[in-house]
């Protein structure tokens, strides 16, 4: 079966500080990786999603970038974190299968406070 | 730019009611989710739904996608304060790699 990871569970870093979140996924092949953002209560904001190794989209212009260093590992980072950047981080997998079945599969996040 | 749309917000019931929340669209999605978010934790995926008109039951869970494809309801029979929880509905486009997320309704249910 697949299984989702991310850590660390919980983060606290200062202004200015850089980030480093990390992601992996298991049981699959070549799926296609995502990161959210989720501010308290509310729905997801897609940031990046990658399709493959070294393939990486933005949906959002912001401080943060990701990098997928290999086929099951997804990175979010950033060189200096804002307080803006405070919220709880998804990452998240998906599979295909045949033209119109899409299911996507959350890890269980990461809970980032900026002070 | 699609977007979707729940309703109500918010909904605070007794146990044993029945409630049901509701996505909507403008745009058409080739398949639809619901999932269950409790506080701390990431979404739990409940159902997809694929086929215009598709009703697909989960327990006291009644899941149903509209005949257009653009719409989705779930329906809760006899709720129980275990059903509380953000529930977000995400649509899905066919060959598409992003999924476009509802705001979520959140749900208590007070026993």
């Known amino acids: 079966s697949q299984t989702i990871h991310q850590w660390p569970a919980t983060l606290v870093q200062p202004v200015g500080s850089p980030l480093s979140l990390e992601c992996t996924v298991e049981g699959t092949s070549n799926p296609n990786l995502y990161w959210y953002r989720q501010a308290a209560g509310r729905g997801l904001q897609l940031l990046f999603y990658?399709?493959?190794?070294?393939?990486i989209s933005s949906e959002v212009p912001q401080n943060l970038s990701a990098s997928r260093p290999q086929d099951r590992q997804f990175i979010l980072s950033s060189k200096k974190l804002l307080l803006s950047d405070s919220g709880f981080y998804l990452c998240?997998?998906?599979?295909?299968?045949?033209?119109?079945?899409?299911?996507?599969?959350f890890g269980p996040g990461t809970r980032l406070t900026v002070l | 730019t699609q977007l979707l749309e729940q309703s109500p917000q918010f909904l605070s019931i007794q146990e044993g009611e029945n409630l049901t929340v509701y996505c909507n669209s403008s745009s058409v999605f080739s398949s639809l989710q619901w999932y269950r978010q409790e506080p701390g934790e990431g979404p739990v995926l409940l159902v997809t739904v694929v086929t215009g008109g598709e009703v697909k039951k989960l327990k006291r869970l009644t899941f149903q996608f509209g005949d257009a494809r653009k719409d989705s309801s779930l329906h809760i029979t006899a709720a129980q304060p275990g059903d509380t929880g953000l529930y977000l509905c995400?649509?899905?486009?066919?060959?598409?790699?992003?999924?476009?997320f509802g705001p979520g309704t959140r749900l208590s249910v007070l026993p």
């Open positions: 998240a997998w998906s599979v295909q299968w045949g033209q119109y079945y899409n299911e996507q599969f």
């Open positions: 990658s399709v493959g190794i070294g393939q």
């Open positions: 995400a649509g899905a486009t066919g060959y598409g790699q992003n999924f476009v």
